[in-house]
Nanobody, 125 residues
Framework: EVHLVQSGGGWVQPGGSLTLSCVTS????????MAWLRQAPGKGLEWVAT????????LYEDSVKGRFTILRDNAKNTLSLQMNMLKIEDTGMYYC??????????????????RGQGTQVAVSS
């Protein structure tokens, strides 16, 4: 059974930093792309970042480029999201998601059926 267990998050002032983690099990982690999604209060689910199977390639939503870094540790089956220079508009529930298999690592993660439980990120002064 696939499990994605998230940790991290919390409250931070604008300009601050947070790191989210996602420990996975139940599937061959290094053969799947992984991604982060988020949902702001009152809004729909939004893609944030995706990383390839070996971690060599990563994709970012424009508003987080240069501030967020998606990383993976295939030895530990773990995904992380380092968030720097946080803005109020980054507030929301963040989800780690299993992406596409192999060469399809960057397929739309919004369609994934495998998602972590969610971690709240609150950015305010």
């Amino acid at each position: 059974e696939v499990h994605l267990v998230q940790s991290g998050g919390g409250w931070v002032q604008p300009g601050g930093s947070l790191t989210l983690s996602c420990v996975t099990s139940g599937f061959t982690f290094h053969t799947y792309g992984m991604a982060w999604l988020r949902q702001a209060p009152g809004k729909g689910l939004e893609w944030v970042a995706t990383i390839s199977t070996a971690g060599a390639r990563s994709l970012y939503e424009d508003s987080v480029k240069g501030r967020f870094t998606i990383l993976r540790d295939n030895a530990k089956n773990t995904l992380s999201l380092q968030m720097n220079m946080l803005k109020i508009e980054d507030t929301g529930m963040y989800y780690c998601v299993r992406g596409g298999y192999g060469e399809n690592w960057d397929e739309d993660p919004l369609t994934s059926n495998f998602r972590g439980q969610g971690t709240q990120v609150a950015v305010s002064s």
